[in-house]
């Protein structure tokens, strides 16, 4: 059974901040890794992809990963109350390309 | 460009009654999923279609659960009967890629289904 391990929260962090949301993944064979941000009542829309190790930036954002230790992060500087809302860790790859999600981490960023 | 439809946006059914939910996907887009989503849950997959093949429906619990995507465009997610656990949001998406499952996913608004 593949899984995707994140911490379900709240994280609470001031605005202005860094929040650091954290994802674990059970296969090895994973070859693509993905965030999804939540509002609220609405639908997961992507905002950060990345498939090789190391750090890839996207404005406020920059996704982490090392396939060694099978750990994927999402840092978002500069946090802003429109950032409040919950970020899923999607995995894809191995034997199959189906996409595996996380339970997601609540972020709220207080003014 | 539209995005991903979908519809109702709410449903509220007893158990034991049959449902249907449809979906359209982004013109164009080769792959189409079912997701559920229950309250505090990530999206679990039920099934994909890759045009108007099934890629993938091990989590769909066929003895109620069935799903059809006609021409390899739209399609329907029926459930039948209906069990209090099915509760949950209803997501469909789509993805660009005919080889579907590692590129990006657009989701509809999602159906929201009450089985009481």
């Known amino acids: 059974q593949k899984e995707v391990e994140q911490n379900s929260g709240p994280l609470s962090v001031p605005e202005g901040a860094i929040a650091s949301l954290n994802c674990t993944y059970s296969?090895?064979?994973?070859?693509?890794f993905f965030w999804y941000r939540q509002y609220s009542g609405k639908s997961p829309e992507l905002i950060m992809f990345i498939y090789s190790n190391g750090d890839k930036e996207d404005g406020r954002f920059t996704a982490q990963l090392n396939k060694a230790s099978q750990y994927v992060s999402l840092l978002i500087r500069d946090s802003q109350p429109s950032d409040s809302a919950t970020y899923l860790c999607?995995?894809?790859?191995?034997?199959?390309?189906?996409?595996?999600f996380g339970k997601g981490t609540l972020l709220t960023v207080n003014p | 460009e539209a995005g991903v439809a979908q519809s109702p946006r709410y449903k509220i059914i007893e158990k034991r009654q049959s449902v249907a939910f449809w979906c359209n996907p982004i013109?164009?887009?080769?792959?189409l999923y079912w997701y559920q989503q229950i309250l505090g849950q990530g999206p679990k997959l039920l099934i994909q279609f890759q045009n108007n093949g099934v890629v993938d429906d091990s989590q769909l619990p066929k003895d109620r659960f069935s799903a059809e995507r006609l021409k390899g465009v739209d399609s329907t997610l029926k459930i039948q009967p209906a069990k209090l656990e099915d509760s949950a949001v209803y997501l469909c998406?789509?993805?660009?890629?005919?080889?579907?499952?590692?590129?990006?996913?657009?989701f509809g608004s999602g159906t929201q289904l009450s089985v009481l």
């Open positions: 013109s164009g887009h080769a792959t």
């Open positions: 999607a995995v894809n790859g191995g034997s199959n390309y189906k996409l595996t």
């Open positions: 296969d090895r064979g994973s070859q693509s």
């Open positions: 998406a789509s993805s660009p890629t005919a080889r579907g499952g590692g590129e990006k996913l657009f």
